[in-house]
């Protein structure tokens, strides 16, 4: 197995949307970076690719060139309930859609461009902190670093290996939840989102690069299993009773023989830092994607990261100061966020929930602007 005698400054693990634009950020400081993926790009992943406007300016600064790509700008929210209910509502920021398999390639690149060195089909199995450095074991050998990161996504083996208190089972009841994506073509309106509600989940549907569109839900592992976990049973069981689904569903073009799934996934709060291993993205605290911006917020803690770390690594009063005001500086852009997600997570996923908020919210837009702006931030 490699031992390499190099000690990077920064190490990260996991290359989606924070580590990568952590790595580029690093390597832009002239640091000595080091990020560990365990896929290698472009590759698909379950996401509803809607990037709400915080983070253009933020992309553009990690050098996507975001104006060239024509991508669609999306500026209108429909929400609809299975009695047929619309609600709609212009959005005040608005966002734009991108497919992750574009994305985090062009970031990737970026990355390579920026001097960072990137194990792509490389996976860490174990993580240490001994003497003021990480030891980190992959697939590829052992790195050494004087900081690292995780960036690893919503639950891995790392939490496992770390005991975090959110993988120990079952704790207060939270529902797992799993996650289904397609690309499809259609006719959909290239400037609107919409979020179908149906029983215990809702499916978003928006326009992404190439002309394709994302069709992405989200419901319980047990909506699965009362299907015999047969995915297409549970559409046409249960999403088909929403009539906008059922029609989206049976007219569109869909561009994967499968539909791209993930299980597995909880929105229970978590820890940021685990014995001087920072964390970030949704290993630092996962937002439900009714909210539609994790991807800001895993981007937006990135920025942060590398705007708080000391130019000197190897100095352990550093080092605290910097785990203290990274901590502080995540609780304030993210708790609340964060909260009121797993409120409308929870107030969404019930049919007749959903139908009498719509049917209260439809004369008030002030108030549902508000609401989306509380799971929402300003640029960065
Ligand atoms: C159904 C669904 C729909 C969503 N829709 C939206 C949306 O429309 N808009 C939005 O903004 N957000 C959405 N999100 C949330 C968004 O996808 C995430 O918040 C975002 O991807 C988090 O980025 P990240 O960098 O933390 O993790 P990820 O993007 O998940 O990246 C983690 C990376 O770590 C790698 N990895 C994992 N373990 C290891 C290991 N041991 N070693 C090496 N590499 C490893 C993985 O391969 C992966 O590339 C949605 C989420 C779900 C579940």
Known sequence: MRQENTIYDIAIIGGGLGGLTLAIQCAKQNRKVLLIEKESYPYHKVCGEYISNESWPFLLSCGINLHELDLPKIQRLGITAPNGTYLSHNLAKGGFGISRFTLDYLLAQQAKL???????NCKATKIEFENNQFYIQTTQGVFTSKYAFGSYGKKGNLDVQLNRDFVQEKKRGLKNYIGVKYHIQSSFPPDLIELHNFKDGYCGISKIDNNQYCLCYLTTEENLKNNGNNIKAMEENILYKNPFLKILFTQATFLYKQPLSISQIRF??????????????DAAGLITPLCGNGMSMAMRAAKMVSVLLPANLDDANERAQFESNYQKEWKKAFKTR???????????????ITHLILN????????????????HGNDF
């Open 114 to 120: 920026a001097g960072v060195n990137l194990l792509e």
């Open 268 to 281: 229970e709060p978590k820890t940021q830092i685990e014995n001087h291993f920072v964390l970030l993205g």
């Open 338 to 352: 964060l909260k009121f997600g797993r409120i409308f997570q929870k107030l969404f996923g019930s049919v007749y």
């Open 360 to 375: 209260l919210l439809k004369p008030f837009p002030s108030l549902l602007k508000k609401l989306v702006r509380l799971t």
